[in-house]
């Protein structure tokens, strides 16, 4: 009765599989069928529902299969039913209705908490499993009635006698999955699920967005998300979980209604009015933060089918980083992706990864002021299952100086007439007064000067109602009342109503739209919109339960140069204070980011943001990986104070300029001071970080919210790996006028670090180069330390695999580069192909011979082999035996190749491989179906030789192929 899969997933052979697949830094479903699983993925490719009894499968696979589908449809034939194809998805007991109790029962036997048998109506196609679109068809029905249909008696008699007891455990697990692709065909392009991207330190946490993009309409959504290496999502502890309903308090499923309580640490975007949506650890009973290897979600309402706007976010994840996590990118693999129309019509689904890139040091406590997440989501996510609304305020991102418009939306399961609510504003953000001369009456947009000029007043706040609600009488008022617009108001309050429309606002709607302007000296960062004060009635008068959900303006970027030079006496602080931190009092300083190539130079600004009088601010920086602030030479050092040359400390006050670092000469900070860190270590070698101390002995007047503190210039190494490197604030503090110490926290920085070195270094060295020629000819660009700027003082190598970007259908080339701090004759280690992206197979008759390119068939054509692996070795390095191979071992080339096998030698020439050389390069293929998003190009078991055969120690860094675009 139950199916099991192939007996290699049973017993002890699981264990081995789900401890591989625990160690691997971003599982696939390919990945885990080269593990051992081959067999189980191509049996039980098709069914989508997990169940508890199966022959315990590998814990990836996300619905295992419960009961034959052969046994179900038997099942029906006996009673006299028809098969799987049902006249009314949901109507589990054939009362010509879907009932909510039903649409419960189907989101059950999705997750596996229930077997098919107990409602086989809900599959739809007959493939033995409960997908997102037979839910949302289901939902349809619910909303809308089940369709007329005359055809339950037609297949009485004749089909009993076609599968009798042995025929029914095989056919049709083979013949229902031939349907939903069929019938559900969809360009590749039309929807995808892609999985954002963060970064992080062991030990910290991080938030992750997962996004619908999509070229049609899409109510509802499915994926699951698998942790990468030392990142995972937790579980909520049981004191502050909360009904995903209405928020309210749980520790039991019991305890709230649909979708019980909230586990997962992950939420659905209260924006998209999907209330039903669930997520569950993978596999089923797994213990979250312990072995669960993923997440399983579920995104739907079972009360609307509404079209989710493309580019929104689906749900967010906290994702936990373990504290001796390595250092790399982790990745969140997406699979089992689906969605599916309004119509409950099946939806081709592209499934992008995401990643954590995990740099640095496990941080102190300083780490969490990084983030403003938005006021007390917990308490308002969702609504109170006896009727109620929910206003929702909505996110934008901008730039210091720039303006964002903002949403506000009601998300209601009642008849709502009119709502309330006000808005407070975050740091750096405000909702300017519209200019008397463009100002306009409410009700028509004539013009108006006062509100006796039209009715519902003039418009003198920047928002507007939806003009489609007919809520003529809607008012929008600065708080607190009789406050300076953009200098002291702190806040909304708004009233959306009319006098003479009563009709029900639809769920869903947009209920006005703000204006926010971002203060050119607004700090980096989140900045909250908090709601309070939410209120709703419905047409007939009567009080409606309504919750509040605040939104945020995502300020990046840094503010107008203009700002800081200006205010150098005493600063009015009116202005700038109501645009920065909490009343209370405080600082904050903020670290910026830059982008740059390795071999580079990038500045960061260091800003301070606060809401009281700082006289003087102290704070550590740590470099994270590639990058560095180098030493001034000491022909350009100067004196801190007034920039005359120095050599020694003796030479002038506040010692000479030996850090990169310059203060900000506006703030008149003659006594600042720069050092490396750790005490005593030699600038681009061994140093780690800085400190900073920027102050005056006779100056002590508030610096200006906003100001520029310090400058300073970073190198990034020539072999700095590609990918964002982080720069981490510690150690912040702040005085006052008076010496009385400031409450100070810290935001870092980073450098984003992308391109390849500069390709002067390979071509220098044409014939059989020299050991001591090489080595002056291939040093990076930059002064003499190339060999600081590497590996181990010990001495080691480094593999390094190149990053490119194309188009689905297109090619690019990836560069595979050497960083050695030693002589190097060999190298070898393997590339593994990300999702989409494979290096196809050269065609016989543009097949050379590696070591000279002249044509070839078979290898004992040439020695070196035919190149057959479209990738070529650089020629200038004369290593006529290297050699390329797809795995695994007899695979075919762009079917299941897997990744490559390379090594690079020569049986005769050991002189040693350049620091920087190009070793090779291989052209990669993207599928026309592949997702878009960035795929991992994975290195692995490397090694090298030196030319005396000793091994020397080698690290290997991923590269990557950015999808983008169709």
């Not at 503190?709 to 006028?737: E, K, M, V, W």
């Not at 007899?890 to 620091?915: A, E, R, Y």
């Amino acid at each position: 009765m139950f199916s099991s899969p192939s007996k290699n997933m049973c017993g002890s052979e699981n264990e081995d599989l789900a401890g591989r697949a625990r160690r691997e830094n971003g599982l696939s479903t390919k990945a885990l069928a080269d593990a051992g699983g081959e067999a189980f993925f191509e049996d039980f490719a098709t069914p989508r529902y997990r169940s508890k009894n199966a022959c315990s499968p590998h814990p990836v696979f996300r619905r295992a299969v419960e009961f034959a589908t052969a046994t179900i449809v038997s099942t029906l034939i006996l009673a006299g039913l028809p098969a799987p194809s049902h006249a009314c998805t949901g109507d589990c007991d054939s009362n010509g209705q879907v009932a909510i109790n039903e649409l419960v029962r189907m989101v059950n036997i999705a997750l596996g908490v229930q077997p098919l048998d107990a409602c086989p109506a809900a599959d739809a196609s007959g493939d033995g499993a409960v997908r997102i679109n037979e839910l949302v068809l289901a939902v349809g029905n619910a909303l809308n009635g089940c369709p007329a249909t005359a055809t339950p008696t037609m297949e009485p008699s004749a089909t009993p006698t076609i599968e009798p007891s042995a025929t029914a455990t095989t056919e049709p697990s083979e013949t229902p999955t031939i349907e939903p692709s069929a019938t559900a065909t969809t360009p590749p392009s039309e929807v995808a699920i892609e999985i954002g991207a963060a970064v992080g330190r062991p030990g910290g946490t991080v938030e992750v967005e997962v996004r619908l993009v999509s070229g049609t309409s899409v109510a509802g959504t499915e994926n699951d998300v698998l942790f990468g290496a030392d990142v995972f999502v937790s579980e909520v502890p049981i004191g502050s979980r909360t009904c995903r309903e209405n928020g309210s308090p749980c520790v039991t499923d019991a305890d709230c209604g649909f979708g019980g309580c909230k586990l997962v640490d992950c939420e659905v975007n209260p924006g998209i009015a999907k209330d039903s949506s669930i997520f569950s650890f993978l596999p089923f009973g797994c213990s979250p933060g312990i072995d669960c290897l993923g997440v399983g979600t579920l995104v739907l309402s079972i009360d609307n089918t509404d079209v989710i706007p493309s580019g929104s976010v689906l749900y967010t994840c906290r994702m936990q980083i373990a504290a001796d996590a390595a250092l790399g990118t982790s990745v969140l693999a997406c699979v089992d992706a689906g969605a599916a129309s309004p119509q409950g019509d099946s939806l081709s689904t592209a499934c992008a990864d995401g990643s954590v890139e995990i740099s640095g040091s496990p941080v102190p406590t300083a780490t969490p002021t990084r983030t403003d997440p938005a006021p007390s989501p917990t308490a308002t996510h969702t609504l109170p299952p006896s009727g109620g609304a929910r206003i929702e305020i909505g996110s934008a991102a901008g730039v210091p100086g720039g303006t964002v418009e903002i949403e506000v939306r009601l998300a209601s399961n009642t008849s709502v007439a009119g709502v309330e609510n006000d808005i407070f504003f975050g740091p750096g953000v405000f909702v300017p007064e519209v200019p008397i001369g463009s100002r306009t009456c409410r009700r028509n947009g004539s013009p108006c000067i006062t509100d006796t000029d039209c009715f519902g007043r003039c418009k003198i706040v920047d928002c507007d109602v939806n003009p489609a609600l007919g809520r003529e009488a809607t008012d929008f008022g600065f708080l607190p009342g009789g406050c300076t617009p953009g200098v002291e108001c702190t806040g909304l309050s708004t009233l959306v109503l009319s006098f003479d429309n009563i009709s029900p606002i639809p769920n869903g709607s947009v209920l006005y739209t703000c204006r926010l302007q971002i203060a050119s000296a607004a700090p980096v960062g989140n900045s909250a919109l908090a709601c309070a004060g939410a209120g709703a009635a419905d047409p007939g008068g009567n009080s409606v339960s309504t919750a509040c959900v605040g939104g945020s303006v995502q300020i990046s970027g840094s503010p107008a140069p203009t700002v800081t030079p200006t205010p150098t006496g005493s600063p009015g602080p009116s202005p700038t204070a109501t645009h920065t931190l909490p009343p209370s009092g405080g600082a904050r300083i903020e670290i910026g980011s830059a982008a740059g190539v390795p071999g580079g130079t990038v500045e960061i600004e260091v800003r301070l943001a606060s809401n009281t009088s700082v006289a003087g601010v102290e704070n550590d920086i740590f470099f994270g990986p590639g990058v560095f602030v180098p030493e001034v030479p000491i022909g350009s050092r100067t004196c801190r104070q007034g920039g005359s040359p120095c050599i020694t400390d003796t030479d002038c006050f506040g010692g000479c300029k030996i850090v990169d670092c310059d203060v900000n000469p506006a703030l008149g900070r003659e006594a600042t001071h720069f050092g490396f860190l750790p005490g005593g270590c030699t600038p681009g070698v061994d140093c780690t970080g800085l400190s900073t101390l920027v102050l005056s002995f006779d100056n002590i007047s508030p610096i200006p919210n906003g100001s520029v503190l310090y400058t300073c210039r970073l190198q990034i190494a020539a072999d700095a790996p590609i990918g964002n490197s982080s720069l981490s604030c510690s150690g912040a503090g702040a005085s006052s006028p008076q010496g009385d110490s400031v409450s100070t926290a810290c935001v870092g920085g980073s450098v984003q670090i992308s391109g390849s070195p500069a390709p002067t270094v390979t071509p220098t060295p044409t014939g059989s180069p020299g050991p001591s020629a090489t080595a002056t000819a291939t040093s990076p660009p930059g002064p003499s330390p190339t060999a600081t700027h590497t590996l181990p003082p010990s001495g080691g190598a480094r593999i390094e695999i190149g990053s490119a970007a194309g188009v689905p259908g297109g090619t690019v080339e990836i560069e595979v580069r050497l960083a050695s701090n030693t002589s190097v004759a060999g190298t070898e280690n393997d590339i593994t192909f990300g999702p989409g992206v494979f290096v196809p197979e050269v065609p016989i008759g543009s097949r050379t011979c590696r070591r000279n390119g002249s044509p070839c068939v078979t290898d004992a054509d040439c020695i070196g082999e035919c190149k057959i692996e479209d990738c070529e070795v650089n020629p200038a390095l004369v290593r006529e035996a290297s050699l390329f191979r797809f795995l695994p071992n007899g695979c075919t080339p762009g079917v299941d190749c897997t990744g490559l096998d390379t090594l690079v030698l020569s049986f005769q020439d050991l002189s040693p491989i350049p620091n920087g050389a190009v070793l090779y390069t291989c052209r990669v293929q993207i599928a026309a179906d592949a997702p878009i998003g960035n795929s991992t190009l994975s290195c692995s078991g490397a090694g090298a030789g030196s030319p005396q055969g000793d091994s020397v120690a080698s690290t290997c860094v991923d590269g990557s192929v950015q999808i983008n675009g169709f």
